[in-house]
């Protein structure tokens, strides 16, 4: 009888509203509490569909944005929406596209650029800092360039070498760019659309392992006003006694980390969620070491270099005396990735290294021999 | 063999057992003389064997062989093709005697007629394609020409320009040997490529440049004390100092500030241009470079794309024959640059770049083509780079200096377009030298006014590189602004706070 099968849908309610292919929010609830959550991919994809609908000269471009609804979905449905001018799928050359969505952005287009992952971008990237990140300088303010270049950054899973890179150290170097570093969903489709909004070039590293995570939201950022500021960075958990900074999947490791230190260790680790890598917070950063006097820094990308030398060079600039040890830099293996997977996983950060790095600045541990 | 093809689609191999005689037929290949169903040989690689007798299809090729592929095309067939295929045939009708015989082939892309000889195209065309020019060598119009007329007005003020370009240059140049310039690039030789293709356009078209066309920026009203203010790096400089000089901009202008990476801007025209088409705006983008840009991989992703994206663009190409010292036939073994546009679907046309009225035609042709029908223009100026690439370059250590004296003095466009408009009596040699004199005037105080002019602010340094300034800019300002109070005596007089 219908009745009886609307009440079944009504009790099973999650599960089959998750197959609904709708582009708008698709929000799910948890039947234990009135949480609702929302994947990191159904964040990105309401962002962009809300910033389109607001403003007709924001559009798309990237490879297999549209027919195919994107490389892993972010764009799906949007091309049914808004059309193939507003969602345009390019031929294979990265260096093409970016150089179109540079132009029509000196001409008053909002583009937003996906590279299928951040490894094509160094096809494209003489256009990303030479024309889009230089370019309101070097035009003494005539061309600003309100591009977005998105899409995912770092490592997946068994993806090899040349598809496992994070390019945050690089991009973040490059005066003239706004580099943002997502984590759940709140922070993706808050910083997506700070980002469109923004009137200069933003390099938006996502990550592909954490499109599918599902993160709490709250019903501010499901406004579609919503807006998260850049350049500031998030204390995801707060504590006393050392600082963990990290940014994309690191956070989630990081966090894990740090209830594995409160349970066996005791120690009330706080942690940093950096949502920015340019501009970098570093008034957060130093008044949380000022607080801990401690400090591990974690990334996915290479040593040398990185995300968390950078932090480091700050941290020691502004707060050195409060510094009660030396500061430790958790990042990649200086390898190109491999592939297998017992490889790869020694290659990246783990929890257990975040662990072994908090206990050793916390003098629980012997440190480790130094390397040249 | 034929069973390779027939193996890569398990649904070509089942359908094509609803008819088995054909399936039989494909590697038999001898017995049916028919009229219409006739053999893919081509495909069981007997490259020697005589043709199969020709049907009575109305064609005097011998190489009208017709292939029996069935209904397996269909599915890659995507929403846009090159061109209009229509229906794909059915492979059981080409039994009947009486079904059309099928001359070509149908895969994703359009119809393509087939041949059993491998014949290579050839790297290069005998004929190379012939070059547009309304004047003669004397500046005499080409008889059974055909070129838009242009009045005295334009004809005067297209000239006079050209003439103002060049001076302009000459003392430039004179003004970086003399040191009070740091660096420059002249024009010299180009100018009617740079002055007639600026005349052909509105100026609401948007212009990307790549350093050798400031005749355009003079065509639209930059004035010369603007370009010596750019030169000199001054305060009035509206780049405000930021970048060497000849990297000119002006957004008032429609002319996009220069950048020094070469060939980036071709794909930013595109990408305007489509900015255009959504707009639907009356206008077009074009965008400059030379024949060394033109290997760039920007080239060729942006040619590619216009074409795909059908957008209002004007792709010139100023093939002056040297890339700094990379002469053509070390850049190119191509018939030029021209022959590039059909390889991506551009309508294309070479053009005598010495020619002031053939560029004013080409190009006011180009905009209209572009504009109305919504497509991408190649137009190639063949000419010669009179100068040396910059004042970084000595020129005579790798080309011959009679070569150079020839282009700078008998076959400059200045020449031949002056020969044209005095015949029609709209020029003197009085007006000549009073226009001459009055513009090296004008430099000249244009120059020492530049000179004199405060440089830019202290602010200039920190700002536009975001659109609002970044807290470690501003506080790196404040930081500055300090040091300079403290030791004031050891900070240059002529940058203002």
Redesign the interface.
């Known amino acids: 009888m219908p009745g009886f099968i609307s009440h079944q849908v009504a009790a099973r309610g999650l599960s089959l509203l998750r197959l609904r292919p709708v582009a708008a929010t698709m929000r799910t609830y948890s039947s234990a509490t009135k949480e609702v959550t929302m994947t990191v991919r159904d964040a990105l994809n309401s962002a962009l569909d809300e910033e389109m609908a607001a403003d007709p000269n924001v559009?798309i471009m990237g490879e297999e944005v549209g027919e195919y609804q994107g490389a892993y979905k972010i764009t799906k449905g949007l091309l049914d929406k808004y059309g193939p001018?507003r969602v345009?799928d390019?031929?294979i050359?990265e260096?093409?596209?970016?150089?179109?969505?540079?132009?029509?952005?000196?001409?008053?287009?909002r583009?937003v650029i996906e590279f299928m992952t951040f490894n094509f971008s160094m096809q494209a990237i003489?256009?990303i800092i030479?024309?889009a990140a230089k370019?309101?300088?070097?035009?003494?303010?005539?061309?600003?360039v309100p591009i977005v270049f998105r899409g995912p950054n770092g490592p997946a899973a068994g993806v090899g070498a040349q598809h496992s890179q994070c390019y945050s150290a690089w991009y973040g170097s490059v005066?003239?760019l706004?580099v943002l570093v997502p984590y759940s969903s709140e922070d993706a489709r808050g910083l997506l659309k700070a980002a469109i909004q923004?009137?200069?070039p933003v390099v938006f590293l996502e990550n592909e392992l954490l499109y599918g995570e599902s993160f709490p939201i709250s019903a501010e950022a499901l406004d579609s006003s919503f807006c998260l500021p850049i350049?500031k960075a998030k204390i995801e958990r707060e504590g006393k006694d050392v600082t963990i900074t990290a940014f994309s999947k690191m956070v989630g490791y990081a966090l894990k980390a740090a209830e594995i230190l409160e349970k066996e260790e005791g120690i009330n680790a706080e942690v940093i969620n950096l949502r920015s890598i340019r501009?970098l917070d570093?008034d957060t950063i130093n008044a949380s070491v000022r607080k801990t006097n401690r400090l591990i820094t974690v990334e996915e990308g290479f040593p040398q270099h990185g995300v968390g030398a950078e932090i480091c060079a700050s941290v020691v600039e502004d707060s050195f005396g409060y510094l009660d040890a030396g500061v430790e830099r958790i990042a990649a293996a200086d390898v190109p990735t491999p592939y297998a997977a017992n490889l790869e996983r020694r290659a990246f950060p783990q929890i257990e290294d975040i662990v072994g790095a908090v206990k050793r600045v916390c003098y629980r541990s012997l440190p480790m021999v130094a390397t040249a | 063999m034929a069973s390779s093809c027939f193996s890569k689609s398990k649904t070509i191999i089942m359908r094509n057992l609803k008819s088995k005689n054909f399936f039989m037929l494909g590697f038999i290949n001898h017995t049916y003389s028919i009229t219409n169903l006739q053999f893919p040989r081509h495909l069981l690689h007997t490259i020697s064997s005589p043709p199969l007798p020709v049907s009575n299809y109305a064609s005097s090729s011998p190489y009208n062989y017709s292939i029996a592929f069935s209904r397996c095309f269909a599915s890659v067939y995507g929403g846009r093709r090159l061109n209009t295929a229509t229906s794909v045939r059915n492979s059981v009708d080409q039994l009947s005697t009486e079904a059309p015989l099928q001359q070509d082939l149908d895969f994703p892309g359009g119809r393509v007629k087939f041949t059993p000889k491998p014949v290579f195209t050839s790297s290069s065309t005998e004929e190379r394609t012939p070059c547009y020019r309304v004047l003669n060598d004397n500046g005499q119009p080409i008889l059974d020409g055909d070129s838009v007329k242009i009045s005295k007005e334009l004809a005067v003020k297209m000239y006079t320009n050209m003439v103002t370009l060049q001076v302009m240059d000459t003392i430039f140049y004179e003004a970086q040997r003399q040191g009070r310039i740091s660096f420059y690039l002249t024009t010299i030789g180009e100018e009617a490529i740079n002055i007639a293709s600026a005349a052909a356009l509105n100026y609401n078209d948007?212009v990307?440049p790549q350093y050798r066309e400031p005749g355009v920026l003079l065509w639209r009203g930059f004035t010369l004390q603007d370009f010596a203010d750019q030169c000199f790096g001054n305060k009035n400089?509206?780049?405000?100092g930021?970048?060497m000089p000849i990297?000119y901009?002006?957004?008032k202008h429609n002319y996009?500030?220069v950048?020094s990476?070469v060939g980036?801007q071709?794909?930013?025209?595109?990408?305007?241009?489509?900015?255009?088409k959504?707009e639907k705006q009356d206008a077009c983008?074009v965008t400059y470079f030379g024949d060394g840009g033109s290997s760039t991989?920007?080239f060729?992703?942006?040619l590619?794309?216009a074409a795909?994206?059908e957008v209002p663009v004007i792709f010139f190409c100023r093939n002056n024959g040297w890339a700094i010292s990379t002469p053509i036939n070390d850049q190119l073994r191509s018939d030029g640059i021209v022959v590039r546009g059909k390889a991506y679907g551009v309508p294309s046309i070479r053009v005598d770049g010495n020619d002031a009225l053939a560029i004013y035609s080409a190009v006011h042709k180009a905009r209209k083509m572009a504009i109305e029908e919504q497509t991408p223009v190649l137009i190639e100026a063949l000419t010669y780079r009179a100068g040396h690439h910059s004042t970084s370059d000595d020129s005579t250590k790798y080309r011959p200096v009679d070569e150079i004296e020839r282009w700078r003095g008998d076959q400059n466009p200045l020449k031949r377009f002056r020969k044209w408009i005095e015949t029609k009596g709209w020029w003197s040699d009085e007006a000549e030298s009073e226009h001459r004199n009055g513009i090296r005037k004008q430099l000249s105080q244009a120059i020492q006014a530049a000179e004199r002019v405060e440089k830019p602010p202290i602010s200039?340094i920190f700002?536009?590189?975001?659109?609002i300034p970044?807290?470690?800019l501003t506080e790196q300002e404040a930081f500055l602004r300090r040091t300079i109070q403290k030791h004031a005596q050891d900070y240059p007089s002529n940058v203002p706070m």
Do not use: C, W
């Not at chain 1, 150089?99 to 001409?107: F, K, L, P, Q, T």
């Not at chain 1, 370019?135 to 600003?144: D, L, V």
């Open positions: 559009f001018e345009v390019t031929p050359t260096a093409g596209f970016a150089g179109i969505g540079v132009g029509s952005a000196y001409h008053g287009l583009p003489d256009h030479n024309s370019s309101n300088y070097m035009s003494a303010g005539q061309i600003n005066p003239g706004k923004d009137p200069d350049g501009p570093r | 948007f990307f400089d509206n780049g405000k930021r970048q990297h901009g002006s957004r996009f500030t950048a990476t980036t071709i794909p930013h025209a595109v990408g305007a241009a489509y900015s255009l959504m983008t991989g920007d060729h992703a942006a590619n794309f795909v994206m200039d700002n536009d590189v975001y659109d970044s807290k470690n």
